[in-house]
Structure formats: C-alpha cells, structure tokens
C-alpha cells in the first residue's frame, strides 16, 4: 500500500491504472489493517504539521446537507476558548459551496502549511483550504479520478478524512455525520456504522475521535451560497441573529470540542460554546482569523455583495412544508452559479412545519448572471424543491382524455 501510495503522489500511474485500484477498492473493501495502513501512507505522502502546543482540535462533516456553514462558527467559538484549531477544508465537489469557498469570500484561503501552522499559533484557528497545501495530496489525486466515475469507496473515504486529520497533528476530531434521505448517509443505522469506523481507524491512529449524528433532511439556516452563507454566518456573529438550526447545531458540534479539549466540564460545553456568541468573543476571534489571512477585519454581515439578478418561487396553495429535496435545491443554487459565482444561490423563506399562504415566496434565487438565473428558475420551477402540503405535484396524463 505504501509502494502504490508513493506511485500515486509521484503520479507514476496512469488514470486507468488509478481506476482499477479504484474500483477494485470499492467492489472489495478493505480491512481494517489494510485502511490504517492506506491512511498512514497518505499522511506520510505529503506535508505534515507538528505544532509544539497541545491539544490540536478538528471537526470533519461529511457533508450533503446545503447550507453547513457551522464551521464559521465552530472555528472562532473553540479558538476564543483557548484551544489551537488549524482547520483545512474542501472547496465544493457536488455541493453548493464548501468551506473554503465560503471563507473566501472573507479573506485568502491558500496557505502552504508553514504557513497554516503560524496563523494558528498566532490567532489559534485557521479555516483555509486544504488542496494549496502538500497535506496528504495522494488523496487529491485519487478524488480527481473518482470524480468522473462517480464512486466515492467507503474505506478510502474514510482514509481521505482521517488522513487529512492526522497530517495536522489533530489530536481530538469531531465528526458531524447528517443524516437523511438526501444526505450521503441516509439512515441513522448507516451513520452508526460510519461513527464506529472513524471511532476505530482513529484510535489506531492515536486520535480521540467523537461523532455527532444529526439531522441532515432540511438545509442548515436558510441560505444556500458563498456570499448568502457568509452573511448569514457574520450576522449569527453580530447579534445572535440568525437561524436556530444554524446556532444550535455549531453550539453543540463547539460544545463537543471545548469538552473533549478540556475547555469545558461534560455536559456543559454548548453552554459555553452559546455563551462565546453571545459575549462577542467569538466574532472578535473571528476578525482576528480573518486579518491573519490578509482579509479586512472590519468587514460587516452587511458589506458582503450578492447577485443582483433575483427571482422568486411563490407557493400555488395554503398549507405547511412538508418535505425538502437537499439535492434540487444545491443544484439550484449551483446552476446559478455558485460555488464559483460567490453572489449566486438562494434563500429559504419558509421551512418544515412553517405555514404558507398562497403567492407567498417560499424561495429567492441569486445569481450574477442573468442567462444562469434563468436557468435556474426553470428548474427550479419544474422540480418543486420544497413541498406544501395541498400542492399538486404532477399531473398524469398530462391531458384531458386519451389521445
């Protein structure tokens, strides 16, 4: 495994010698040897980050859910407490914006590991993306060519995350696993299964690892999109205002970290994590994040610019939302233009269990193009990604009688 690991960073294989490796991983699996080994050649295949302080905290959601800006959260709250949390994150795959999209609308994300090593000791955190730096890059490599083959293998997923993990000297990691039918992990049995595993490779790899199983069927907050996200995230930051699924979910996934950091007694860490929001700590933490890496500390939810091109869905009946599409809505998002558009995506006006009058907007699509959004609000119009109850769906046969 090592040989074959070291083959792939110095790209001595083909995409089609990749492929099979790939392939065969995932019509086989593998051991639970055969995955440490696999992680721990990736840590040892690229740069690795020792940091004299410890404990090293991170936090990993295994994604699917639009929205998940906890991280903007989650990062100043566990480093205003004290605790060092270099996180590295992914810029979108299928979503509608990673982390590191997100945050760059904010400031530059692209450090070398030196370098992400001296803003976290300077500041404590970091949220930076983890494909500048030569962090475990066999496994940037190995995504390249699942990609187009559209297979994600469950052990080399699992070694592409804790990989990540241990080349940054992590030493407690929390692992957010949403679940839901339209999530990458669709039933609480499937995210039990995955909870074990990371739990496993981690203590192998000497990381106290905690998974948080949570509810991934409606998107986190209400926007969809860099830009949209950002502002969201900042106003939560400002003044407490903002969505409770987005403050109560980074509450308790921060509240988790102080604990297992030792910045919180058990059972007490959401507490805390709650009042680092309230008391302004953690928006401090924030600018100071965000100046370290060369962005304007001064920058409010209200300065960041979204698309000026805009439509809305509006509900055709009275009733309740009774059921979200995940997918429909990142790919709304998505053929507006983001993650790459940052002003592009949308914004929720009504959630599960919320009430809806007829004509009211249940949704806002962004973009900064206006041929995308048209493209988008034609989809978004054909696929009905949030149901009220009392619509109709579709109508078959789609005339009267039969021809």
């Not at 297992?260 to 309230?278: D, N, S, V, W, Y």
Request: charged share 25%; with cysteine; net charge negative.
């Amino acid at each position: 495994i090592k040989i074959l690991v070291n083959d792939i960073v110095e790209e001595n294989l083909s995409d089609i010698e990749l492929s099979a490796f790939i392939t065969s991983s995932y019509i086989h699996g593998m051991t639970d040897d055969e995955v440490e080994w696999l992680t721990k050649a990736m840590i040892e295949s690229g740069d690795t980050i020792e940091f004299d302080t410890h404990p090293i905290m991170d936090k990993h959601s295994i994604g699917g859910v639009p929205g998940n800006k906890i991280s903007l959260l989650v990062v100043p709250i566990v480093a205003a407490n004290g605790l060092l949390i270099p996180k590295t994150s992914s810029r979108a795959i299928t979503g509608a914006g990673g982390t590191a999209d997100l945050m760059e609308v904010l400031c530059p994300v692209e450090f070398s590991s030196q370098e992400v090593k001296e803003i976290t000791e300077k500041v404590g955190g970091a949220l930076v993306w983890g494909g500048a730096t030569n962090i475990a890059p066999a496994d940037d490599k190995l995504i390249r060519v699942e990609y187009p083959l559209s297979i994600d293998p469950y052990y080399q997923m699992l070694a592409s995350i804790m990989a990540k993990k241990g080349a940054i000297g992590a030493d407690n990691v929390v692992m957010d696993i949403p679940v839901g039918p339209s999530t990458k992990v669709p039933t609480v049995q499937d995210g039990q299964k995955l909870a074990g595993d990371l739990i496993n490779l981690g203590h192998r790899l000497g990381m106290n690892v905690e998974c948080a199983i949570t509810y991934g069927s409606s998107p986190i907050g209400r926007k969809v999109g860099p830009s949209l996200e950002v502002r969201e995230a900042m106003k939560v930051l400002e003044s407490m205002e903002g969505p409770n699924s987005l403050i109560e979910k980074s509450a308790a996934i921060a509240g988790i970290m102080l604990e297992m950091g030792g910045a919180a007694p058990r059972e007490r860490g959401k507490e805390i994590a709650l009042e680092t929001l309230r008391s302004g700590k953690a928006l401090e933490k924030m600018r100071q994040i965000i100046e370290a890496q060369g962005g304007d500390p001064n920058i409010k939810s209200d300065d960041i610019q979204v698309g000026q091109y805009t439509a809305d869905i509006f509900a055709s009946a009275d009733g309740y939302v009774i059921e979200f599409d995940n997918r429909w809505i990142i790919e709304i998002a998505r053929l507006a233009g983001a993650p790459n558009d940052k002003g592009a995506g949308v914004s929720i006006h009504k959630k599960m269990g919320e009430s809806v009058r007829k004509g009211d907007s249940i949704l806002t699509i962004y973009a900064e193009k206006e041929f995308k959004l048209e493209n988008a609000l034609a989809t978004a119009q054909r696929t009905n990604p949030i149901v009220v109850e009392g619509m109709l769906l579709r109508r078959v046969p789609g005339t009267y009688g039969f021809q």
